[in-house]
């Protein structure tokens, strides 16, 4: 029979000191729960009333198992879970009175959590995101590449920065950074700490742009990538990234990732080429509620 060894506190600082080896142990895996905590720590050292959100881990024979992150905006990110845990951490966070937006985590977590929690609270989900995640081995750069070079960017380029991410939510259909941005909120949005590098022509016109977050336990993920539709099969989008990866190497991340959306073989064919090898399939189930939801404590 399971026992609840869920140990839950809103103090990031604390979940970090106890839980960051167990997420740094499998820093590609655990990427965006290693971000979003990463993100969620500077703003609280900047504002101490900044909302944090609750945390969580999972700890048997002392050791920790799993780990969860959920935002105050709702966003439920899990590590992979032990089977049956998923039944014990929904009837946990349900007694609570929280009422998470939507889940993500790897393929069979996320699926098995939006069941539990269903069962334990009559939300419906609808999935609205898979991807494949592959992690950097040997980067092997496009040869020969397209004319032209990369570069980081500057304050001058953030103008074209903003824009171009914007363009990109509106391509992939991400709703609440899109909102974000057009609210003027760019610091606070998901893009707010990330470097871009450009790729840009013999001309020194920028035609395709790779970004990255900050090194966090070992690892980067480079997200996202966007070239103009007009510009789109020379070759630009593969620069960009490999250029963005040597970057995030030449910064000392040991584990560079990205996510890929299954659906589009040209991009999955073209991280392949470059070096990057499937590591696991994440989800996202959406969740609906009858009544309001409950506040996040």
């Keep these: 029979m399971l026992s609840d060894d869920w140990h839950l506190t809103?103090?990031?600082d604390d979940f970090l000191a106890r839980a960051g080896n167990f997420l740094r142990s499998r820093a590609a895996l655990h990427n965006t729960p290693l971000t979003d905590l990463e993100k969620l720590r500077v703003r609280g050292t900047a504002d101490h009333d900044a909302e944090s959100g609750v945390f969580g881990r999972l700890e048997s024979a002392g050791e920790v198992r799993a780990a969860f992150c959920l935002t105050a905006r709702g966003r439920l990110g899990l590590t992979p879970?032990?089977?049956?845990?998923?039944?014990?951490?929904?009837?946990?966070?349900?007694?609570?009175?929280?009422?998470?937006?939507?889940?993500?985590?790897?393929?069979?977590?996320?699926?098995?959590?939006?069941?539990?929690?269903?069962?334990?609270?009559?939300?419906?989900?609808?999935?609205?995101?898979?991807?494949?995640?592959?992690r950097l081995g040997t980067l092997t750069p496009p040869q020969p590449p397209p004319d032209g070079r990369g570069r980081p960017t500057s304050g001058k380029d953030r103008e074209q920065v903003v824009r171009w991410c914007r363009e990109f939510c509106v391509d992939v259909g991400e709703?609440?950074?899109?909102?974000?941005?057009?609210?003027?909120?760019?610091?606070?949005?998901?893009?707010?700490?990330?470097?871009?590098?450009?790729?840009?022509?013999?001309?020194g016109v920028p035609v395709s742009m790779a970004a990255s977050t900050p090194v966090v336990g070992g690892m980067v993920r480079v997200d996202p990538v966007y070239t103009p539709a007009h510009v789109r099969g020379?070759?630009?989008?593969?620069?960009?990234?490999?250029?963005?990866?040597?970057?995030?190497?030449?910064a000392g991340a040991t584990d560079v990732v990205l996510f890929a959306d299954p659906g589009n073989p040209t991009s999955n064919?073209?991280?392949?080429?470059?070096?990057?090898?499937?590591?696991?399939?994440?989800?996202?189930?959406?969740?609906?509620?009858?009544a309001p939801r409950a506040g996040l404590r």
């Design 269 to 290: 064919a073209l991280y392949q080429r470059l070096g990057y090898v499937h590591v696991a399939d994440f989800a996202g189930y959406r969740f609906s509620y009858a």
């Design 175 to 203: 709703r609440s950074s899109l909102d974000m941005i057009d609210a003027g909120s760019w610091e606070e949005s998901r893009f707010g700490d990330r470097r871009f590098t450009f790729w840009e022509t013999p001309e």
């Design 81 to 134: 879970l032990p089977p049956g845990q998923t039944e014990v951490l929904a009837a946990r966070l349900a007694a609570l009175g929280h009422s998470p937006a939507h889940v993500i985590a790897d393929h069979d977590t996320a699926g098995a959590f939006a069941q539990s929690w269903r069962r334990c609270t009559g939300a419906a989900s609808v999935p609205f995101w898979r991807t494949h995640l592959y």
């Design 234 to 250: 020379r070759g630009y989008a593969g620069a960009v990234t490999a250029e963005a990866s040597r970057a995030a190497q030449a």
């Design 10 to 12: 809103e103090d990031v």
